[in-house]
């Protein structure tokens, strides 16, 4: 996922130099554009607080559509240093994710750095892969399936969906 400044700059028609000035370097470039993709992945994320059916079809639906994109990044993440910055800040976004849409099953939970790792690994692309791309799952089984794991990681009776 090399960025190569003559590329951005020939798909927006202007120099490298322009390109250069507005942002101020290659990272510069990168930091706003990842800026700008956090908030494009927040706002196609947003799930109701507290369902966990919903958050697990928000979840599969976004890795229908960008899964295999972040696979690839996460498979250049020990060879190139933009994505694996890219990679970490996906990973935090993804357990700010989980901590705010299950935040009230975790409410006043001892545990609950356990049940954030446990929900992160449910709802995780990774997760998605196995099932959806090496099981060949349809998109409801998917859902069933993750939504399965989620629900045997929330306490029963903190589980409102």
Known sequence: MEIILADVAARAGVTVQTVLRHFGSRQGLFEQAQARRVERVRAERATPVGDPASAVRTIV???DRLG???LRLQA????DELSRQTVELGRRVHREWVEEVFAPQLVGRRDRKELVDMLVV???VLTWKILRRDGGMDRST????MLRLVRAVLPASAERS
């Open 61 to 63: 639906a976004f890795y």
């Open 68 to 70: 295999e994109w972040s």
């Open 76 to 79: 250049q993440e020990h060879s």
């Open 122 to 124: 449910a709802t995780d």
């Open 142 to 145: 998917t859902c069933k399936r």
